[in-house]
């Protein structure tokens, strides 16, 4: 195994750890601050006598919790990952047998899929509600929003930086798995190669691959 090639990967899982962590508080802060509605995927109207903004409808808490318990458990793995790598490299030589290379194949191919669903769920969500709060002729944007009061918390919220981090941690999240995924499979193919060379493959090709006495 290149130690470079698992550096990277280390280095990768470090950054995704951090991007889950962004994602999952902004989006509970988010939901905190609406008195635990979800409100991607929601409504708010604007009271324009009091100047202020209510929730017309939002989503079910669940999707929410969806999308942190995804960041929250990629942000585990991630954690574990390199914890481990740091314990192994420091006790004995750092390897990887091919059973354990293909469970990480499996595991980063299973994270890409639901950051993707992740991802695009805060993309739209997030874009979803905005169309509304921006049908207001006093607001021209979601941040413009943000200075305004809602009912609901009676005060300000800065719910569309929070769910806009959110989305963004997840999709730069979702960069770094491709690119770690790329690396696991090089470093699986590498490895395949070396076995092969080494004659501790197939026992019928092993005598071809055996050095002359």
């Known amino acids: 195994m290149a130690p470079w090639l698992l550096a990277g990967e280390l280095l990768l899982y470090a950054a995704c750890f951090i991007c889950g962590i962004i994602t999952a508080a902004s989006v509970t802060i988010t939901q905190g601050e609406f008195a635990g509605r979800c409100m991607l995927y929601g409504a708010a109207s604007y009271n324009a006598t009091s100047t202020e903004f209510s929730v017309s409808s939002s989503s079910s808490a669940s999707l929410c919790y969806f999308v942190s318990a995804i960041s929250v458990l990629i942000s585990i793995y991630c954690f574990s990952v390199v914890l481990y790598w740091i314990y192994a490299s420091c006790v004995d030589e750092v390897q990887r ?101 080494t004659g501790t493959g197939d026992p019928e090709t092993d005598p071809i691959f055996h050095r002359p006495q």
């Open 97 to 197: 047998g091919s059973v354990w290379m293909s469970v990480s194949l499996a595991i980063a191919a299973t994270f890409l899929f639901f950051l993707l669903v992740s991802g695009c769920i805060l993309n739209i969500g997030l874009s979803s509600l905005c169309q509304s709060v921006t049908k207001a002729d006093a607001v021209k944007s979601c941040q413009a929003a943000q200075s305004l009061t809602w009912s609901e918390s009676h005060k300000s919220s800065p719910f569309y930086t929070s769910l806009h981090n959110a989305q963004v941690s997840a999709w730069v999240n979702f960069f770094f798995w491709v690119v770690a995924l790329v690396l696991l499979i090089i470093q699986k193919k590498r490895g395949t190669q070396f076995t092969q060379l």
